[in-house]
């Protein structure tokens, strides 16, 4: 079951990102005005772009912190056992 679900969420996951492809940008193209539509466009991809390495980044800072913030706990980071709070990015 397990493996059905990942590939169901996968499925999903393709076509909503080939319709936006596809139909997002034909819609900003149709919608925008033609001067503004490379700059709209130009941010929109960047976004795309930039908006998951952020992500990548606040989860590795996110990692620093211990899994429950409101404990101190008795290793430091360096110890094998630790584990990062990369929830809190979320």
């Not at 936006?20 to 033609?34: F, I």
């Amino acid at each position: 079951m397990p493996l059905v679900l990942i590939f169901l969420s996968q499925f999903v996951l393709g076509v909503g990102t080939t319709l936006y492809y596809a139909l997002g940008q034909t819609y900003l193209d149709d919608n925008t005005n033609k001067r503004r539509t490379p700059l709209m466009l130009g941010c929109v991809l960047a976004l795309r772009t930039i908006g998951p390495a952020f992500g990548f980044i606040l989860g590795f800072a996110c990692l620093r912190i211990y899994i429950a913030p409101s404990l101190t706990p008795l290793i430091d980071k360096d110890d094998p056992r630790w584990l990062g709070a990369w929830w809190l990015g979320k």
